[in-house]
């Protein structure tokens, strides 16, 4: 016996927090209630507490504007640049959490990383507008980035090594 009913998949917590990041990042966010519409647009149905939760640990904060309105904002956690925690949102966060191996061929950097995680990876380096990077393809646990040529492909992968500490 089969069960033809498709299957809902769900969206993982880290996948949620790297669309959280960008939304915050890219448009003028002034409520929770707005955010949560921006979520539901683009198919997560989150709860107001789980979006609370989601804002405190991605470190958001309400800050003005020069006009005086309150909006989110990411700001990095407070600390010394050597012991502040890195931003959910950044690259560090991402390639620390979630990456098991580099791999640099040609132009290319090869990343996997845990299940789940390739593509939030793949829209933060898109975010970070590397130098050098031409484009991202993720799967659910390999990331492809496709960089100008080859010097940019290896000073990337030396990046991520030393981020990740797997130098």
Same mark, same amino acid.
């Given at each position: ?12 917590k ?11 990042? +890219? ?28 804002? +405190? ?9 020069? /006009? ?31 990456? #098991? ?28 507008? #590397?130098?050098?990077? #031409?484009?991202?393809?993720?799967? /659910? ?8 040529d ?18």
């Open positions: 016996m089969t069960d033809d009913t498709p299957s809902r998949v769900f969206p993982s880290a996948t949620r927090h790297a669309v959280i990041t960008r939304l915050l990042q +890219e448009n003028v966010i002034r409520s929770q209630r707005a955010l949560q519409n921006h979520l539901n647009e683009l198919g997560f149905s989150v709860t107001q507490a789980t979006l609370s939760r989601d804002l +405190e640990e991605l470190c958001a904060t309400k800050i003005r504007d020069r /006009d005086g309105n309150l909006h989110y904002s990411l700001v990095p956690t407070e600390g010394t640049a050597g012991n502040a925690k890195p931003l959910n949102g950044s690259l560090d966060y991402w390639v620390k959490q979630f990456l #098991l191996k580099s791999t640099c061929v040609c132009n290319q950097v090869i990343l996997r990383t845990h299940p789940a995680a390739a593509s939030p990876l793949a829209s933060i380096v898109d975010k970070e507008n #590397l130098e050098g990077v #031409l484009g991202t393809i993720a799967g /659910d646990n390999t990331l492809l980035i496709i960089c100008r080859e010097a940019a492909a290896q000073a990337l992968h030396t990046l991520i090594l030393s981020i990740s500490g797997m130098e």
